[in-house]
């Protein structure tokens, strides 16, 4: 069965970085985008961006444009979203989901348990 | 970048019909799918690319999409049902996705 595992919760002082990993399993590792989706307390769902982890290639939103960094390693099927310069507006849960396409739109299918991190002085 | 439109609010008495709208520029055009998200745990996906619904999901769960409004229908609902709901929709092009605000159901 497909699986998503996200690494722990995280406690960052502001002007740091987190990163977060997704293990997955199931399923065939390359065959699917993963995307990373976030959540501030009490708020709606907010799209981060994507990473093909066939080749690596990337897709951020303009909002995270310079601050995030998503990355893969294929050996271990496991994919990392990495936020910098952190401010008190990034504590969020973190999820990471996997894609699923048709020629014309793409959906989340499955997704990670969440990754609460917390940006605080 | 394109904006959609969801109610803050949804509430229906058990047994009956909810239904929750998403609203977008000529929306019909674009495929929306539907996330469930209870307290505390991640959002599951209940319709895809407008009326599909994933293994698992009962037929309650229905969507449609025409003109600038795309609305998730759940018959029969009941207390398990209580749950925010989000739409979704992706820009095959660009690969960006939106998400509406989402909509909270209050079952009476």
């Known amino acids: 069965q497909v699986q998503l595992v996200q690494s722990g919760a995280e406690v960052k002082k502001p002007g740091a970085s987190v990163k977060v990993s997704c293990k997955a399993s199931?399923?065939?590792?390359?065959?699917?985008?993963m995307y990373w989706v976030r959540q501030a307390p009490g708020q709606g769902l907010e799209w981060m961006g994507l990473?093909?982890?066939?080749?690596?290639?990337?897709t951020y939103a303009q909002k995270f444009q310079g601050r995030v960094t998503m990355t893969r390693d294929t050996s271990t099927s496991t994919v990392y979203m990495e936020l910098s310069s952190l401010r008190s507006e990034d504590t969020a849960v973190y999820y990471c989901?996997?894609?699923?396409?048709?020629?014309?739109?793409?959906?989340?299918?499955?997704w990670g348990q969440g990754t609460l991190v917390t940006v605080s002085s | 970048s394109y904006v959609l439109t969801q109610p803050p609010s949804v509430s229906g008495a058990p047994g009956q019909t909810a239904r929750i709208t998403c609203g977008g520029d000529n929306i019909g055009s674009k495929s929306v799918h539907w996330y469930q998200q209870k307290p505390g745990q991640a959002p599951v996906l209940v319709v895809y690319?407008?009326?599909d619904r994933p293994s698992g999901i009962p037929a309650r769960f229905s969507g449609s999409n025409s003109g600038n409004t795309a609305t998730l229908t759940i018959s029969r609902v009941g207390a398990g049902d209580e749950a925010d709901y989000y739409c979704q929709v992706c820009d095959r092009s660009s690969e960006h996705w939106v998400f509406g605000g989402g909509t909270k159901l209050t079952v009476l």
């Open positions: 989901a996997r894609g699923d396409c048709s020629s014309f739109t793409c959906w989340a299918d499955y």
């Open positions: 690319d407008n009326n």
């Open positions: 199931g399923y065939t590792f390359i065959a699917y985008y």
């Open positions: 990473i093909n982890p066939s080749g690596g290639s990337t």
